[in-house]
């Protein structure tokens, strides 16, 4: 075992530590208002997970790191435990100023050379800045925010982990049409800052039409338009992954429009959300479009409150940049897939999911299937 693992391991204490020192001390905080007691103007936040993974049936010679290509460094089994603690402070020192900062502390029973075989968008042992940004609030539903923090366009899974921080300059506008709908518009331009040294850049606009919203049935329409550059550190690294590649580099550039319809609506007093997803990637002349449908069924957010889902998805080999869609699927394009969760609300911050993917790469003949159990706690 390295050093650099031995010293992540050492951080098991304190993740978990922190994790039920929030849980216990639940008085401090008021869910409702969002702010620490005694302290105005700031709050603290978070989330702990806690993630049994377990994959099988893995095409051999599949993984894409630096120097390696068909037929070489792949296993056929996956079993790993995986810890990932991230919490920080937003502090507003002015009517329309807000400065936030988080660090992300994580370990695994894996290490981090596995990482790129396993199609990881994260470290699985790291202590790194989750979050770093100032946020200007100006007038009524616009705000500039600078820095790292949550991507701000309203993507699926297919297009986007929602787990990456890539750093950069965001303007949100949103503004009432009608008496329950909503326009919204992002634009933004960011550093990807994924992993081994990335200089990706990233250039997005997205617009949506919110319709009646907070009534019974309701729906949106999402348009978008990502533009990735500055790919080939990426590609270099192996994070380019399933994307068609030629003498090592990617075959297309990767500017892609995406357009969402989403529904949602109560069923026996549970919400129900439909989704579609359609992608196209303008830069390529074939193997270019992305699909995805999901389904999900009521809440678990909530104590003692119960979701279940479906999602089924094909994305082809130059419809989706690999390096920045969900890692909870195992391939990243040239792939069909279909999803299954259930998930149970222990209380209103403490929940479990369980979550069944069978996934087939494009040109092979057998399925990939992975099972995640997940344990989460926010705050």
């Known amino acids: 075992m390295t050093r650099p693992t031995i010293a992540c391991k050492r951080l098991l204490p304190l993740m978990l530590g922190l ?6 001390q639940e008085d401090l905080f008021d869910p409702a208002a969002g702010e620490m007691s005694g302290d105005r103007g700031s709050s603290w936040y978070g989330d702990f997970l806690l993630r049994g993974d377990h994959v099988t049936g893995m095409p051999m010679g599949m993984g894409m790191g630096p120097g390696m290509g068909p037929g070489m460094g792949m296993k056929d089994e996956v079993r790993r435990v995986r ?68 991507f701000p366009l ?23 049409a009608g008496g329950f709908d909503r326009l919204t518009l992002v634009a933004g331009y960011w550093a990807g800052q994924h992993l081994y040294g990335d200089d990706s850049r990233i250039a997005a606009l997205q617009g949506g039409w919110h319709l009646r919203e907070g009534t019974r049935l309701g729906g949106s329409i999402l348009l978008g338009l990502i533009d990735f550059d500055r790919l080939e550190t990426l590609t270099r690294q192996g994070l380019a992954r399933e994307n068609r590649q030629v003498d090592g580099r990617l075959a297309s550039d990767y500017r892609l429009v995406d357009l969402q319809l989403i529904g949602r609506a109560r069923l026996g007093g549970l919400p129900l959300r439909v989704g579609v997803d359609l992608a196209r990637n303008l830069e390529a002349d074939d193997a270019r479009d992305a699909a995805r449908l999901d389904i999900r069924l009521g809440d678990a957010g909530r104590a003692g409150g119960w979701e279940a889902g479906y999602a089924v998805q094909r994305i082809q080999s130059q419809a989706a940049m690999a390096a920045f ?18 998930g149970y609300g222990l209380d209103g911050r403490w929940s479990l999911r369980l979550s069944g993917f069978r996934e087939t790469r494009d ?17």
Not at 371 to 379: E, S, T
Request: charged share 30%; proline share 2%; no cysteine.
């Open 19 to 24: 994790a039920t020192a929030a849980f216990a």
């Open 83 to 150: 810890g990932r603690l991230r919490t920080g402070l937003a502090w507003w020192p002015g009517d329309n100023l807000e400065a936030g900062a988080a660090i992300k502390l994580a370990l695994g029973s894996d290490d981090n050379a596995d990482n790129r075989s396993n199609n990881d968008n994260e470290r699985s042992d790291a202590v790194t800045w989750d979050r770093l940004y100032l946020r200007w609030h100006l007038g009524t539903g616009t705000r500039v925010t600078l820095g790292k923090d949550d």
């Open 154 to 176: 309203d993507l699926s899974n297919m297009l986007w982990d929602d787990d990456l921080r890539p750093a950069g300059l965001a303007i949100e506008h949103e503004r009432e």
């Open 325 to 342: 869609n969900d890692d909870d699927w195992w391939f990243h394009a040239a792939a069909r897939g279909h999803l299954l969760w259930l």
């Open 363 to 379: 040109g092979v003949g057998r399925d990939t299937d992975r099972i995640l159990l997940d344990l989460n706690f926010r705050w």
